[in-house]
């Protein structure tokens, strides 16, 4: 399968995932990133605010949700090496934190990256700092796994959701 094709069907799964979970519309934004992603960024600025925060991201996320999204699918050889991640930086991690970040500024969100690597694990990567202050009111209250990668935390996709991702939004528990 052609890795556009596997980035494609894993935007939907997640797509449909958060709109079950919380019973809100997230689409994917059509032609994902091809509209006003990478060198087409500059198309972005041409258009009216609304716009520019809705195909910002991978996903069209409704207005009370905190986060762009940037969602990313690889096979167990192509992404992040985790074993090594402690040791020296990763290459890969640091561009889709670029685009990540660059995307939450004008989407006007925090930035969310979901990755999943195929047969193995699918990972969330928010803001370490944004994380502690809105999910850690004591230490107990870290996960139990978890990597600190320069000022971002990447922890375990189902246990963000199941524990920390309400604190962004306590209104809508």
């Not at 890795?3 to 995932?17: D, P």
């Amino acid at each position: 399968m052609n890795s556009k094709a596997k980035g494609n069907r894993f935007e939907l799964a997640i797509s449909h995932e958060f709109s079950e979970r919380w019973n809100d519309t997230f689409k994917r934004v059509p032609q994902s990133g091809a509209i006003v992603g990478g060198k087409n960024r500059i198309k972005l600025l041409t258009l009216r605010d609304d716009a520019q925060q809705i195909f910002s991201a991978d996903i069209i996320c409704p207005r009370w949700f905190p986060f762009a999204l940037e969602l990313k699918n690889y096979g167990p050889d192509n992404g992040p090496n985790m074993y090594t991640l402690l040791e020296t930086d990763s290459k890969i991690l640091d561009n889709w934190l670029a685009q990540a970040k660059g995307d939450a500024v004008f989407a006007r969100k925090k930035y969310m990256i979901i990755f999943n690597v195929t047969r193995r694990s699918c990972f969330i990567i928010v803001d370490y700092a944004d994380f502690v202050q809105h999910c850690i009111k004591k230490p107990e209250d870290m996960p139990k796994k978890f990597i600190v990668y320069n000022t971002s935390i990447i922890i375990d996709k189902k246990e963000f959701l199941d524990n920390y991702i309400v604190a962004y939004f306590p209104s809508r528990n």
